[in-house]
């Protein structure tokens, strides 16, 4: 037999005082999801043992020690609220009953009222509760904003429990500091099975709340008659039996839509389309005799755990609803399971495949089976699809209703953001941020207006960047900026610092400035010409002094301007003057030696006349 070491909290002579209650027995403690949570013992009447049995009185506190290995119960206080006195022979002893910490919040009145007040998160009416009282709250997971309709004066923990009601959430206790969170506990992977730790288990059911035909109305007697599809005012489940139906109605007087009453219907009908049906287990808590067990330890309620009595034929995986242990004895403890999903063949295969159950998404968290909601990981959307979130219920993937109205696939990133989304009407696939492939790539044409591949950005009508384009043909009426290379360019203007007509080998290039046109061979400049212009008119030359030639095989240069030569010219054949020509400012002393000769001839032709 373990000890106890539960304490007992009090005031004695004016003084805090701590107790062990060693004596203590039968030490019990019963939870339910979004329920009760207290711990019930006894202690005798023992001699020398009176301060510690006249402790054990209402509004004392009772705790767990903080290194208890339940981590459920470490550190957690208890107020007493209920002791009863008996006698059974010689031996006298209490019976105490004391209620976690957090019920106390009951003791605070709220005397706020809200009328009306639309869209609000749970933070709001939170805080509130939280005014005057040394208590704290927090929301874990994301809530949708929700309309507040006539809440107030009530006792606080009551008006906690229609928030949490309002907003489809779950409680969890730490002392004074409450969590509303999405969904309480996980799947760490505990396994109850026959001839290991199972010891018995009752199967419960029954149809007294079942429908299988519902009604629905909404406000001012708005029915689903006259929706697409619906001719008549109600839904039948997937599991209604002709000729055995249970009618029910459910009203939403809030609801002016016929879609949304419809959505509301399907959801309100999922959880009422089935027997009831919940499993008690009573079951050995290994882990309290073999530390090797202590990982697969149930934690707390709304922990799923896995079934397995092969012989009755039990498979399934479930929820814990209410679980009741023996913190400081090694026995049995008891839990009450629901929303159960029965195992298929492609479970185990995944188990096998995957080698550890902490490594299955879909009972991590939440999942659905046929509408019904038995784990969180996935969740209805609406009633028209799926909804899959990471251990922080941030919605990560959406299938089927992905917004309202809107239908499909749709991805998000840890920020909420939509991330890669298609239409299930179009086909159409949308992305936003980047799209990168990892190992892959691109195939295909793209259209779009804009964008930028690599250092070019493209724009309607324009392509800026740096870089090169290499290969083909560019066809437009400009291209402008850094290298162009490639075999063909075709139409009109060209415009850039330098165009080159080949990479390597003979090749022409034209640079801006004086408008210099060179040919290498590769490195090596071979010629040059440059045309500068001005105020003068314009000049051509040779930076390396060589002759420039002007035609070529015969052919003529006609020259529609004035054209001057300042440095000796040279003519090797003859010079052609038209008819029409008029020669200026050409006189016989511009040519060397001719005024000379002339003279000379001029003075034999004197002599011979003579």
């Known amino acids: 037999m373990i000890r106890s070491r539960l304490e007992v909290h009090s005031v004695i002579n004016g003084q805090p005082a701590r107790q062990i209650l060693t004596a203590a027995t039968d030490v019990c403690v019963k939870e339910t999801l979004n329920g009760q949570f207290y711990v019930t013992f006894s202690y005798p009447r023992l001699p020398d043992d009176n301060s510690r049995y006249a402790a054990l009185a209402e509004a004392n506190e009772v705790r767990f020690p903080s290194d208890l290995s339940d981590a459920g119960l470490a550190g957690q206080y208890f107020v007493i609220k209920r002791v009863d006195e008996e006698r059974r022979g010689l031996r006298v002893y209490k019976r105490v009953e004391a209620h976690h910490v957090a019920f106390?919040?009951?003791?605070?009145?709220?005397?706020?009222?809200?009328?009306?007040?639309?869209?609000?998160?749970?933070?709001?009416?939170?805080?509130?509760?939280?005014?005057?009282?040394?208590y704290t709250f927090t929301v874990e997971g994301t809530f949708p904003a929700t309309d507040i309709f006539e809440w107030g004066e009530k006792r606080r923990f009551d008006l906690l429990n229609e928030v949490r009601a309002l907003y489809n959430g779950e409680l969890a206790f730490n002392n004074t500091a409450i969590t509303l969170t999405t969904r309480r506990g996980g799947n760490y992977g505990v396994e109850i099975r026959y001839r290991k730790n199972l010891t018995g288990i009752v199967r419960k059911s029954h149809d007294m709340e079942r429908i299988t035909r519902l009604y629905g109305y909404g406000k001012a007697g708005l029915t689903i008659e006259g929706l697409p599809g619906h001719s008549v005012k109600y839904i039948d489940s997937t599991y209604a039996?002709?000729?055995?139906?249970?009618?029910?109605?459910?009203?939403?007087?809030?609801?002016?839509?016929?879609?949304?009453?419809?959505?509301?219907?399907?959801?309100?009908?999922?959880?009422?389309?089935?027997p009831k049906v919940a499993y008690e287990v009573d079951f050995v808590e290994l882990e309290k005799v073999d530390?090797?067990?202590?990982?697969?330890?149930?934690?707390?309620?709304?922990?799923?755990?896995?079934?397995?009595?092969?012989?009755?034929?039990?498979?399934?995986?479930?929820?814990v609803t209410e679980y009741e242990r023996y913190p400081f004895e090694p026995k049995r403890a008891r839990i009450v399971l629901a929303n159960f999903r029965e195992l298929k063949t492609a479970d185990y295969v995944f188990q096998a495949?995957?080698?550890?159950?902490?490594?299955?998404?879909?009972?991590?968290?939440?999942?659905?089976?046929?509408?019904?909601?038995?784990?969180?990981?996935?969740?209805?959307?609406?009633?028209?699809?799926m909804r899959v979130s990471d251990d922080m219920n941030r919605t990560m993937v959406r299938l089927g209703q992905t917004a309202p109205g809107e239908y499909g696939l749709a991805l998000f990133n840890k920020a909420g953001v939509r991330?890669?989304?298609?239409?299930?009407?179009?086909?159409?696939?949308?992305?936003?941020?980047?799209?990168?492939?990892?190992?892959?790539?691109?195939?295909?044409?793209?259209?779009?207006?804009?964008?930028?591949?690599?250092?070019?950005?493209?724009n309607s009508g324009s392509l800026s960047g740096s870089g090169s384009i290499i290969g083909g043909s560019i066809i437009g009426s400009s291209v402008s900026g850094g290298s162009v290379m490639g075999t063909t360019i075709t139409g009109g203007t060209i415009t850039g610092t330098t165009i080159q007509s080949a990479a390597s080998g003979d090749f022409v290039r034209l640079t801006s400035g004086f408008a210099t046109i060179t040919i290498h061979n590769d490195s090596n400049l071979q010629a040059s010409l440059q045309i500068q212009g001005g105020n003068a008119g314009g000049q051509i030359w040779s930076p390396r002094g060589g002759p420039i030639q002007l035609g070529i095989s015969g052919n003529t240069i006609n020259a529609v301007g004035g054209m001057n030569f300042y440095n000796y010219t040279t003519f090797n054949a003859g010079v052609h003057f038209d008819l029409a020509a008029t020669v200026t400012g050409f006189t016989i002393a511009h040519v060397a030696g001719l005024q000379t000769q002339l003279n000379s001839l001029d003075a034999r032709i004197t002599a011979l006349g003579g």
């Open 291 to 319: 530390v090797d067990f202590r990982a697969e330890a149930i934690r707390s309620v709304g922990d799923t755990v896995t079934i397995i009595d092969e012989s009755m034929g039990y498979r399934f995986d479930a929820r």
């Open 419 to 458: 991330t890669i989304w298609q239409d299930s009407a179009t086909g159409n696939a949308y992305f936003s941020g980047t799209l990168q492939a990892a190992n892959g790539s691109f195939s295909g044409s793209i259209t779009a207006t804009s964008g930028t591949i690599g250092g070019w950005t493209i």
């Open 353 to 385: 495949t995957v080698g550890s159950k902490r490594a299955i998404t879909y009972t991590t968290k939440n999942a659905v089976l046929k509408g019904v909601k038995y784990d969180d990981s996935v969740t209805l959307v609406d009633g028209f699809g």
């Open 241 to 274: 039996t002709p000729g055995h139906i249970y009618e029910g109605s459910v009203e939403f007087p809030d609801i002016d839509d016929q879609a949304r009453l419809l959505a509301e219907m399907q959801r309100y009908l999922a959880t009422v389309e089935l």
């Open 104 to 134: 106390d919040l009951n003791r605070y009145f709220y005397d706020g009222y809200i009328d009306f007040l639309a869209a609000q998160q749970p933070t709001h009416q939170l805080g509130l509760l939280a005014l005057g009282t040394p």
